[in-house]
């Protein structure tokens, strides 16, 4: 085991979990920062069973106070942090004239903000190791969307200039990179949509690569990112979508 230390935010399901399963299994010491302590603990319990180290911390990273007692005790257990993957994301479809300057707020702080929120916190640390680096997650409504996921759209598209500022204002000490998931299998999908087969074989044809992805597909992603072979990288918007931005029209309705 390396004694590189990982945060992955909202690992207790989906796509966190993934990544945070992938960077144990690839020897580093990971935290489990995630607002639902269930999950959070089983998560946490799958990696420690399955030979890695980790911890869980309980963290809403909309609030500061949180995001500071996760950098800290992080700190405070393992002593340093290499790597922290903002993963915590979450949408919801209203439009835009019908959502509450409350509710846009809501989605704005839980993608947005709380990236921000932990980027900050945690750049002393970082800045102290090598190859330290950031991986946000933003979304295809970063790029193209639909009507009704307005607050969402700007949230992810405020994460890839985000990243970019991070990118110029972290050089030379820590790497800054977002990644952009196409359609991701995740429970929060699952419960999303009402009949699961037949939503997925409506979006097979999203995806040139003819199937929808998987949290491994992802982590896979940022495991690289993290790594030594991306130590010249810094500030790259990289999509994991099966080459679901690349299409014009939808594979098989063009005429
Ligand atoms: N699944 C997809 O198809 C897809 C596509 C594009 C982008 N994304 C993005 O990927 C990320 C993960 O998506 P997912 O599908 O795995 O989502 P998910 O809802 O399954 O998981 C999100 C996790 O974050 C946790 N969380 C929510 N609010 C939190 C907070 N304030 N503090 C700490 N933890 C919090 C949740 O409890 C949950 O465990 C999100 O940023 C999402 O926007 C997902």
């Known amino acids: 085991m390396s004694e590189r230390v990982a945060i992955v935010t909202g690992a207790g ?9 992938r ?19 089983e998560s946490t319990n799958a990696i420690v069973n399955a030979g890695g180290s980790a911890f869980f911390q309980h963290t809403d990273v909309t609030d500061e106070t949180s995001v500071a007692a996760l950098i800290d005790t992080t700190v405070e257990r393992y002593g340093r942090i290499d790597v922290l993957v903002n993963n915590v ?3 919801i479809n209203i439009p835009i004239t019908e959502i509450t300057a409350s509710k846009w707020r809501e989605i704005v702080d839980v993608n947005l903000t709380g990236t921000f929120l932990c980027a900050q916190r945690a750049r002393r640390y970082l800045s102290q190791q090598p190859n330290a680096s950031i991986v946000n997650v933003a979304s295809l409504h970063a790029l193209h969307t639909v009507p009704g996921m307005t607050a969402y759209a700007a949230a992810k598209g405020g994460i890839l200039s ?4 991070l990118a110029l204002e972290y050089a030379p000490t820590v790497r800054v990179n977002v990644i952009i ?11 999303a949509v009402q009949d699961v087969e037949k939503a997925r074989k409506h979006r097979l044809g999203f995806h040139p690569l003819g199937r929808l992805g998987k949290p491994e597909d992802v982590a896979g992603v940022v495991a ?4 030594p072979d991306a130590a010249f990288l810094t500030g790259v918007a990289l999509p994991v979508d ?6 014009l029209y939808r594979s098989g309705a063009e005429d």
């Open 13 to 21: 399901q989906g796509i966190g979990r993934g990544i945070a399963e």
């Open 23 to 41: 960077l144990a299994a690839d020897g580093l010491r990971v935290v489990v920062a995630e607002v639902n302590r269930t999950t959070g603990e």
């Open 89 to 91: 994301g979450g949408s």
């Open 162 to 165: 985000l990243t970019r500022s």
């Open 181 to 191: 998931p196409g359609l991701i299998e995740t429970e929060a999908w699952f419960q």
């Open 224 to 227: 690289f990112l993290t790594g």
């Open 242 to 247: 099966g080459g679901m931005t690349l299409q």
